[in-house]
């Protein structure tokens, strides 16, 4: 049994963890937009876009709004999803509010438009999307992006390039050229993309499920060719009702085409269900065998 001295300091330094990670993002995230975006008029999306808007309409500060109108998203955040995850992205959206104020004094890194557009949505998408990881969000949206999330197979950086689009057709009637939204378009085409691979991971992780009549070949092939571990689900065939070993693995993208190999050497007839896995941890997961 785990003393209890010991798990109070796991959750102490998790936490503490959290809290600087989520500092970066948020210093990281505002670097994207004031020294990137926000001088270029290049519109970001979700509350900070509407905050952008509001403030070049009413001429006040940028800061202000963000945190005004992230307040009934973070309502919504305690209700659905703890009162921890509203902490956290309370936290971030308050460090971000306070960068953003004092970045903005800043003149900006480059005044091309395609070369903020680009590298103002890596750096803005790597900073949203390291919150996101640890447990927090920076925009409103965010929160109802993860909720919609964990219910329909739309990944997060999705539903925000949805609602961003109409963001930006409401910023180029309101107040920025048609020219800025297609920009702004492009912006979050990345950004989105960069908050996917921040949150799921940069390396494509493969679940393999095969049905083979010689499973303990195939195994031992893998874990000579491949080095990854294989586990044996037991199966029973509706019509026959054999009893069946099937092979169960992980592995990575650009080993597809081993494991391919190796099925079809040893029985080209054997099933091969192949799916994606937005996150994978655990030791046994490393590679067995070196080469």
Not at 173 to 179: A, G, H, M, N, Q
Not at 238 to 248: L, S
Not at 274 to 279: G, L, S, V, Y
Request: hydrophobic share 55%.
């Amino acid at each position: 049994m785990i003393p209890l001295a010991l798990t109070r300091k796991k959750k102490v330094i998790t936490e503490i963890r959290q809290v600087v990670l989520i500092t970066i993002g948020a210093i990281i995230a505002a670097i994207g937009l004031e020294l990137f975006l926000v001088p270029n008029d290049i519109l970001d999306g979700g509350v900070i876009g509407l905050s952008i808007i509001a403030a070049k309409l009413f001429d006040i500060r940028l800061s202000l709004f963000i945190v005004l109108f992230n307040i009934p998203f973070l309502i919504i955040g305690f209700r659905k999803m703890g009162w921890k995850f509203t902490l956290h992205t309370l936290y971030g959206v308050i460090v971000l509010s306070l960068c953003t104020s004092y970045l903005h004094h800043f003149e900006p890194a480059t005044d091309d438009l395609f070369l903020a557009t680009i590298v103002g949505a890596v750096i803005l998408g790597t900073g949203v999307g390291l919150v996101i990881r640890t447990g927090g969000a920076l925009d409103g949206t965010e929160i109802i992006a993860i909720l919609v999330s964990r219910k329909t197979p739309v990944s997060i950086g999705q539903f925000i390039m949805v609602l961003n689009v109409f963001i930006f057709i409401l910023a180029a009637l309101l107040v920025f050229s048609l020219e800025t939204a297609m920009y702004s378009i492009i912006t979050y085409f990345i950004a989105f993309k960069m908050i996917d691979i921040v949150v799921e991971g940069m390396e494509e992780m493969k679940s393999v499920t095969i049905i083979s009549e010689k499973p303990e070949l195939i195994a031992e092939a893998l874990l000579e060719k491949l080095g990854r571990g294989v586990t044996y689900l037991h199966g029973e065939g509706a019509f026959t009702g054999e009893q069946k070993k099937i092979i169960y693995t992980i592995i990575s993208r650009i080993e597809l085409s081993g494991m391919r190999e190796v099925v079809n050497d040893i029985d080209p007839s054997a099933v091969v269900a192949i799916e994606n896995m937005a996150d994978v941890s655990g030791s046994n997961l490393k590679k067995s065998v070196s080469h």
